[in-house]
């Protein structure tokens, strides 16, 4: 059982980290997901009290999340400036946006059914949200292992020039990358208002540097070219595995954090070290 409410509550941040593990292994990061999860949980919300189908709004809030990735794409991979410094004020803009949505206050469904899709079980007692999570972690494990699109991921993060000079498409996969990481934050954001019954412009506020964290933790450096879905899953599963001992732990929170920061600050710190090592060994 604590098992399962475990998956159940890493699902909303694995999401989001199966298309951040794309941005990443091209050799970038997205730090605008957790104000592109809050602003589509908001957007969903809001269109199916408007009276939109419920499906339709869903639909329309993962395009609103994969148009924010389109512009991140633009002005990181067409416009070569600094992933970190534009996902980060991306985020920070729609932070306001989804503010005003809401004169920032809560927005509750009025429709029953939208609560159900993430709190629902099936398959036997399995949350909806693990399953979610598991089907999409598949359909982006295909995508990288399987795909011309997916081994041209790894070969722009193992080398920018290199691959532009083998023929490959740089900007473009590049920029679809980032438009997946946004996608996949929208959907996430959809489960999360599902999940609560509520869009708010509180959530997400540190959710970016938790799920790219995560994913380093995971294996997928930040000098791109290498990880994959599973790393960023046991990355991620990690962080949940030790807020969840340290709940039962009864730990205080102040005390939490702490702890967390630590192990996120050394694994960081192993993963530059390992990078800078193999560059003196070349």
């Given at each position: ?150 081994r041209n991921c790894y ?41 609560l019954n509520t869009g ?83």
């Open positions: 059982y604590n098992f399962l409410s475990i998956l159940r509550d890493a699902s909303i941040n694995v999401i989001i980290a199966f298309g951040v593990t794309l941005a990443v292994i091209c050799g970038g990061c997205d730090l605008s997901v957790g104000s592109v999860m809050c602003m589509s949980g908001i957007l969903a919300v809001q269109m199916i009290n408007a009276g939109t189908d419920i499906w339709l709004s869903i639909v329309l809030a993962v395009a609103a999340g994969a148009a924010v990735g389109f512009i991140n794409g633009f002005l990181v991979v067409h416009q070569r400036t600094e992933p970190f410094i534009i996902t980060l004020g991306v985020g920070m803009l729609l932070k306001g946006v989804s503010q005003q949505l809401t004169d920032a206050h809560p927005v509750s469904s009025k429709n029953p059914f939208f609560m159900k899709i993430a709190n629902g079980k099936m398959l036997g007692g399995i949350p909806n949200l693990a399953v979610i999570m598991v089907v999409l972690g598949i359909l982006v494990y295909l995508l990288l292992r399987f795909t011309s699109f997916g070969a722009i993060g193992g080398d920018y020039d290199v691959a532009k000079y083998s023929g490959i498409n740089v900007i473009r996969t590049k920029w679809i990358a980032f438009i997946l990481s946004g996608a996949a934050a929208a959907i996430a954001g959809v489960l999360l208002s599902s999940k708010s412009s509180i959530y997400g506020d540190d959710t970016a540097l938790m799920v790219n964290c995560g994913v380093v933790i995971g294996g997928t450096s930040f000098s791109g070219g290498v990880g994959g879905v599973l790393q960023s899953f046991v990355g991620l599963m990690v962080l949940q595995f030790l807020t969840n001992c340290m709940n039962m732990l009864g730990i205080a929170p102040y005390v939490q954090q702490v702890l967390q920061g630590t192990v996120i600050v050394a694994i960081l710190w192993l993963d530059c070290f390992g990078i800078k090592r193999k560059k003196e060994a070349v």
